[in-house]
């Protein structure tokens, strides 16, 4: 199994807006082949966020962004910027 960690920053001030936008995003890479979970968090006071998704092989966790469409779209277009995925393999 693989851990896709993304962290990223927003405007404090467009919380509420960004926060509204990140369900279509996360149904948006569940729908991703290989894809068993989402979690995502923000430190409201920063702006910053975080937001680990765990699937089953490499090729399926260094999935584009591009492959989330509109969804995607909408969070940048409202100030979300995202950092380069951290990928790791998980120890069991």
């Known amino acids: 199994m693989y851990l896709r960690v993304t962290r990223a920053r927003w405007d404090p001030a467009k919380h509420d807006e960004l926060a509204r936008l990140v369900p279509e995003v996360r149904a948006a890479i569940q729908r991703l082949p290989g894809c068993q979970d989402v979690r995502s968090g923000?430190?409201?006071s920063t702006?910053?966020?975080?937001?680990?998704?765990?699937?089953?092989?490499?090729?399926?966790?260094q999935f584009s962004r591009d492959s989330l469409g509109e969804p995607l779209a909408r969070l940048q277009a409202a100030g979300w910027q995202g950092e380069a995925p951290e990928i790791y393999e998980t120890l069991q």
Do not use: C
């Not at 702006?47 to 966790?61: C, I, N």
């Open 47 to 61: 702006g910053r966020t975080v937001s680990v998704s765990t699937f089953d092989t490499l090729e399926h966790a």
């Open 42 to 44: 923000v430190e409201r």
